[in-house]
């Protein structure tokens, strides 16, 4: 195998939630599902298992309060007991009663010192944890017109940004993630990249762009997102899945390939660049899955999700650059397209199992974790855990 490749394949690093690992749904119902892991300590063990057999899976992304305890420091070992380290701090403004109309956007000053202080604590979580990104999803928004002046909630937005910002450690980023909709369904606060990115600008140097795979409307083109964030410098995260419709969080890779390795053929040309800024940008992002697994086992769907991006990523780099770039300045346009779909249609597993042999990996992940017994053995330590979500059962909703 090309050295590059084999260097480049070994570098790769996808960062599992921990919130995957547990127990998920929809409003409609949460299905408990054997096995699936309590507490952040059987979370760690789980990715822990992903890390076993992929090689290229170590970090673990929290959310606080979902994964809060007493002592992050012995989290942290517990971590690297285990070959993993503790990867972006989540904070959740997003679940507390007074958050009903916002958290650092909302009209009640009392209400957005509340939000404040608690990105300030995960702050603190992260010098504990020695976490690189604080990565920040807000589900501020309103949901009819005239609810709030849009206006005021932008500047609001800025105002708690800047605070958390300017309290973060040296060498530390926070990720400021954008949606279109959902809980909100008249206007998102961070309702797209251009207003995160603006955001960035004006808050400061440690201020980047997170892209959630899920979080566009119909047809937008995430790829040229991606190229053009890499370009400011400002691209500082992925939150990886899949969606057809909305925000469905389902495997990344699994609804639309072609566009997950458009985005990695992106960032590769990024990582090519001779351009300084754009090189230690691609160089500096943070590759994290955000799923939630509602009918799949959670551990099977975590490592799937792995490889998918690893598959991805290596058929990006299997893009011949120089042919790519003669037919693009000769405007041979079929020609230019054809190096990309050449490379995407390539069969890169035989070069995985190869990468994986060398590196004493199990050629084959899935049929290693399904061989082992992991799964049946969780389920029979763990038993299974009463699902949750949705709608209160009618008889309780005392609707006869
Ligand atoms: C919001 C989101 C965010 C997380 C949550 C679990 O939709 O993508 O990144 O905090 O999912
Ligand atoms: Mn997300």
């Given amino acids: 195998?090309?050295?590059?490749?084999?260097?480049?394949?070994?570098?790769?690093?996808?960062?599992?939630?921990?919130?995957?690992?547990?127990?998920?749904?929809?409003?409609?119902?949460?299905?408990?599902?054997?096995?699936?892991?309590?507490?952040?300590?059987?979370?760690?063990?789980?990715?822990?298992?992903?890390?076993?057999?992929?090689?290229?899976?170590?970090?673990?992304?929290?959310?606080?309060?979902?994964?809060?305890?007493?002592?992050?420091?012995?989290?942290?070992?517990?971590?690297?007991?285990?070959?993993?380290?503790?990867?972006?701090?989540?904070?959740?403004?997003?679940?507390?009663?007074?958050?009903?109309?916002?958290?650092?956007?909302?009209?009640?000053?009392?209400?957005?010192?509340?939000?404040?202080?608690?990105?300030?604590?995960?702050?603190?979580?992260?010098?504990?944890?020695?976490?690189?990104?604080?990565?920040?999803?807000?589900?501020?928004?309103?949901?009819?017109?005239?609810?709030?002046?849009?206006?005021?909630?932008?500047?609001?937005?800025?105002?708690?940004?800047?605070t958390v910002h300017d309290a973060l450690p040296d060498n530390a980023?926070?990720?400021?993630?954008?949606k279109l909709f959902e809980p909100a369904f008249y206007a998102t606060d961070l309702f797209d990249w251009g207003a995160a990115y603006s955001h960035c600008l004006a808050i400061g140097e440690k201020a980047q762009v997170l892209v959630d795979l899920g979080h566009h409307a119909q047809g937008v083109n995430i790829e040229q997102i991606v190229a053009f964030l890499l370009d400011e410098g400002r691209l500082g995260g992925f939150h990886f899945n899949a969606r057809r419709y909305a925000d469905d969080d389902l495997i990344v890779g699994t609804t639309n390939p072609f566009e997950l390795f458009c985005i990695y053929a992106e960032l590769v040309s990024g990582a090519n660049s001779a351009d300084d800024v754009t090189r230690r940008t691609a160089q500096n992002v943070a590759y994290m899955i955000d799923q939630s697994h509602n009918i799949e086992p959670k551990v099977e769907a975590m490592l799937q999700s792995v490889l998918n991006?690893?598959?991805?990523?290596?058929?990006?780099?299997?893009?011949?650059?120089?042919?790519?770039?003669?037919?693009?300045?000769?405007?041979?346009?079929?020609?230019?397209?054809?190096?990309?779909?050449?490379?995407?249609?390539?069969?890169?597993?035989?070069?995985?199992?190869?990468?994986?042999?060398?590196?004493?990996?199990?050629?084959?992940?899935i049929k290693a974790h399904r061989d082992s017994g992991y799964q049946a053995r969780v389920a029979d330590e763990r038993g299974t855990q009463t699902g949750g979500g949705g709608y209160p059962v009618r008889e309780k909703a005392g609707i006869v």
């Fill in 1 to 162: 195998m090309n050295a590059d490749l084999l260097t480049a394949l070994q570098a790769q690093r996808i960062e599992t939630p921990s919130w995957g690992y547990g127990n998920s749904g929809t409003r409609f119902k949460t299905f408990a599902a054997p096995g699936a892991a309590r507490d952040i300590w059987e979370k760690l063990d789980d990715a822990a298992e992903v890390q076993r057999l992929t090689g290229i899976a170590p970090g673990v992304a929290l959310h606080i309060p979902w994964d809060e305890v007493e002592d992050y420091s012995k989290l942290k070992t517990y971590a690297s007991a285990r070959g993993l380290h503790i990867g972006a701090i989540n904070p959740n403004v997003f679940q507390d009663e007074e958050y009903k109309l916002g958290s650092v956007t909302n009209p009640d000053e009392a209400v957005r010192e509340q939000a404040t202080a608690h990105l300030l604590d995960c702050v603190e979580v992260m010098k504990q944890t020695g976490s690189r990104d604080l990565s920040l999803w807000l589900a501020d928004g309103t949901n009819y017109a005239g609810q709030d002046d849009l206006r005021a909630r932008k500047r609001r937005m800025r105002a708690g940004l800047k």
């Fill in 173 to 178: 980023r926070m990720l400021v993630e954008y």
């Fill in 309 to 365: 991006c690893q598959e991805a990523y290596a058929a990006a780099l299997l893009i011949d650059r120089d042919l790519l770039r003669e037919a693009q300045e000769r405007g041979d346009v079929l020609a230019a397209h054809r190096v990309l779909t050449d490379a995407f249609k390539s069969d890169v597993r035989p070069l995985l199992r190869e990468l994986r042999g060398e590196l004493g990996l199990p050629l084959d992940p």
